[in-house]
């Protein structure tokens, strides 16, 4: 097994959120307990229902948020101890969306070399929009864009920008949240080929945050789904997609409308029953929407069961009934 | 259904925007009709031209306009508002532009069932809750007094949906309905439409950008290019015969597992949209195509019929 680049020990996150006027506040645990591990040169993909936790994971990750408890470890250093401009320097986002993601003001040339003016490093003014234009060539963004403006540039261009501001600190480590959900496919495409083409030239590690299941299914090595908080299943992706067994992950599968005429649209048979984040289910937090839940769903949490395919958190497994 | 012609033409600072470009469109009670084509080429103008809920400065003309056997084409908007919402309905690609932020979901649900079809607030509130039922939506009493913001988005949706099904239109027109949500609540969504289309015979036109959503719900495909159709039949034939250069490159660019690698390059489009805007002449793809020739600057082609009730706008379909 490679060696692991960036690892979650228990980490939770806990927000305060107002639960409404004249009701107090409540607290929202958005991301429970995740164990995870980021390993030199993988694909990890994240995946899960809108609101599970994996922003936070993310922006955690970066350092943009503290851990309410739990550690993270940057190649077995708390991240906790590290400054920022080392973190910057081995971590690196790309967000979703190019639109506003991308200061208006800012020209490409300010934006791209923006990290390295704030952590100082590049000092001379030469050398650094040397560096900037370099990044900008690799990303494929033609050097006559360094004084555009993103208002200038289409969707895949602005994002190809968000690619290059990542690229210039010559990281590690690059965090992906939904990085091509608001563009076209045919933007999609170049987009996911430039992460991959980076990727193999830089010798980097990825953890891509996305919803659509095709896509990770096509640039991750391994994945971990997340439901309300937790990590409930990570396994390689070649694995997870020919035989997933957490029940969440089978109805996520079973979802995906892949561009197959004549199969129609499959009946997911999973509940409407949404959980509430702030109050969510007792036992098993998916317990109120699984087909197969047992008595002992709704009393305890499953504790995991890890093994050569991977890691599963469901009673089906850790009782030994499948 | 039938349209012919519809064109949208919208004033911009750089000259005029042929936003639609003479399209034409027949649905079939029952049937399901895919629009699909980047973003920008000109669906949703198209789905609101025909609703007559163009932005103001948009002009709309057209050859042709019947639908349920009635000639629409110069129908005044005291006509369109009768079948508005009751014949016709429409869920929109902002969520937020036909909820009322401080209307009870129970009122906006009824409201235009008593404009409509008049009769008691109580059986209003009946069918109110048979469809929040129906739209899989538990708990559908306690819901009727909640207002949008009180909503997830997920069940924002299913609102809207009960509130376009409320008079059980004949034609229901659904721009991009589950662009926000999460695939497994997409799936179920859809599931639902084609299931109420099967037991009202609704015909429905579905806006998306999604290949995937298009294999699965259409039994026709349009396929838009900047403001035109460029190709268009039966499902199964566009799936397995894509013939104009731009859905071929469409098709290519997205991952479909089995039939590439890990890891693999994905097929590109190179280039940018241009949008048509002034005095077009030729293939407005041309820029991005690897078949253009020549004739693709100059002339302009008509949709020509290919075998199996497909049709398609190309030099290659023009000998
Ligand atoms: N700053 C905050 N204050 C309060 N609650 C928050 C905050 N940030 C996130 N949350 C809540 O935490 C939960 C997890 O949010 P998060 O953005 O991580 O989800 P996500 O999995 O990225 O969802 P999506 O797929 O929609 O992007 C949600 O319920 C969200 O409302
Ligand atoms: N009110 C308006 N004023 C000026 N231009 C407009 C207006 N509404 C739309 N347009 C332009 O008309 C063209 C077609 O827009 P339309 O909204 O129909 O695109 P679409 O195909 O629905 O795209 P998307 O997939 O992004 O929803 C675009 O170039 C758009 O910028
Ligand atoms: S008409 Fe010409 S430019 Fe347009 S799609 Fe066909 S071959 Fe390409
Ligand atoms: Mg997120
Ligand atoms: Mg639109």
């Given at each position: 097994?490679s060696?692991?680049?960036l690892?979650?020990?228990e ?6 959120v ?37 922003s ?19 190649e077995?250093r ?48 030469g050398?650094?929009?040397k ?6 060539e ?28 990542a690229l ?30 980076m ?6 590690t ?10 990770v ?31 969440y ?6 979802s ?7 199969l ?9 029953s ?9 036992g ?12 002992v769903?709704?009393?305890?949490a ?18 030994g009934?499948k | ?40 080429c ?5 789905a ?10 948009a ?8 639908f ?12 369109m ?32 069932w ?18 929040l ?77 999604d290949?995937g ?5 259409a ?17 199964a034939?566009?799936?397995s ?32 949209v ?14 991005r ?15 020509r ?6 049709r398609?706008r190309?030099r290659?379909?023009?000998?």
């Amino acid at each position: 097994m490679s060696e692991t680049l960036l690892e979650l020990v228990e980490v939770h996150r806990r927000f305060t959120v107002s639960a409404g006027l004249f009701r107090g506040s409540r607290t929202l645990h958005a991301v429970n307990g995740v164990s995870l591990q980021l390993r030199r040169g993988e694909v990890l993909g994240l995946v899960g229902e809108s609101g599970c936790g994996k922003s936070t994971l993310g922006r955690m990750l970066l350092g943009l948020l503290a851990v309410s408890s739990g550690e993270i470890r940057l190649e077995g250093r708390p991240l906790a101890a590290t400054s920022t401009r080392d973190l910057a320097r081995r971590v690196q986002p790309i967000f979703q969306d190019p639109y506003s993601s991308l200061n208006p003001r800012k020209t490409v040339g300010a934006i791209v070399g923006l990290p390295l003016a704030v952590h100082g490093i590049e000092a001379d003014a030469g050398a650094q929009r040397k560096r900037v234009q370099e990044t900008m060539e690799r990303v494929g963004l033609p050097a006559r864009f360094f004084h555009s403006y993103p208002n200038q540039l289409s969707g895949g261009q602005r994002q190809r920008v968000a690619v290059a501001r990542a690229l210039v600190m010559r990281p590690e480590i690059i965090i992906c949240d939904e990085p091509t959900s608001a563009l076209d496919v045919s933007v999609q495409s170049q987009i996911l080929n430039l992460l991959e083409d980076m990727r193999r030239e830089f010798d980097l590690t990825y953890l891509l945050i996305s919803h659509n299941l095709a896509v990770v299914e096509h640039i991750a090595t391994r994945v971990a789904v997340m439901y309300l908080g937790r990590i409930v299943e990570e396994a390689d992706t070649a694995a997870l997609f020919r035989a997933p067994r957490h029940p969440y992950t089978r109805a996520l599968l079973a979802s995906v409308l892949t561009p197959e005429p004549g199969l129609g649209v499959p009946d997911t048979h999973l509940g409407v029953s949404y959980p509430n984040p702030v109050d969510p289910p007792p036992g098993c937090t998916f317990h109120p929407r699984c087909g197969e839940a047992m008595p002992v769903c709704r009393e305890r949490a499953p504790t995991a069961l890890a093994d050569a395919r991977g890691r599963v958190e469901c009673h089906l497994y850790a009782n030994g009934v499948k | 259904m039938q349209v012919e012609g519809l064109r949208v033409d919208i004033p911009t600072p750089m000259g005029m925007l042929h936003a639609v470009r003479g399209v034409d469109l027949a649905l079939e009670a029952g049937e399901t009709l895919c629009l699909v084509g980047e973003s920008g080429c000109g669906k949703s103008l198209s789905a609101l031209a025909l609703m007559g809920l163009l932005p103001r400065a948009a002009r709309r003309s057209l050859s042709r306009f019947s639908f349920a056997g009635e000639d629409l084409q110069r129908a005044g908007e005291r006509r369109m508002g009768d079948l508005r919402g009751n014949r016709i309905a429409m869920i929109f690609q902002e969520p937020m532009t036909s909820l009322n932020p401080s209307w009870s979901i129970g009122n906006q649900l009824e409201e235009g069932w008593l404009r409509h079809r008049g009769g008691s607030t109580a059986l209003a509130r009946e069918r109110a809750l048979h469809l929040l039922e129906r739209v899989g939506i538990t708990g559908a009493t306690s819901r009727l007094g909640q207002y949008p913001h009180q909503l997830s988005g997920g069940l924002r949706q299913r609102v809207m949906i009960a509130m376009a099904l409320m008079c059980e239109p004949a034609l229901m027109i659904a721009d991009e309905p589950t662009t926000a949500l999460d695939v497994t609540v997409q799936a179920q969504i859809l599931h639902l439409l084609k299931e109420l289309q099967r037991e009202f015979g609704m015909g429905l036109i579905l806006i998306t950008h999604d290949l995937g959503i298009v294999a699965r719900v259409a039994d026709r495909v349009a396929v838009m290019y900047a403001g035109e159709i460029v190709e268009q039949g039966p499902v199964a034939r566009l799936f397995s015969h894509p013939s104009h250069p731009y859905t071929r490159g469409l098709l290519d660019c997205i991952p479909v597992p089995g039939r590439l690698a890990p890891g693999e390059r994905l097929g590109t489009i190179p280039g940018v949209v241009s949008p048509p805007i002034g005095a077009l002449h030729g293939c407005q793809f041309r820029n991005r195509c690897s078949e253009a020739e020549d004739a693709c600057a100059t002339r302009a082609f008509e949709l020509r019929e290919l075998s199996g009730g497909q049709r398609l706008r190309c030099r290659l379909a023009a000998t």
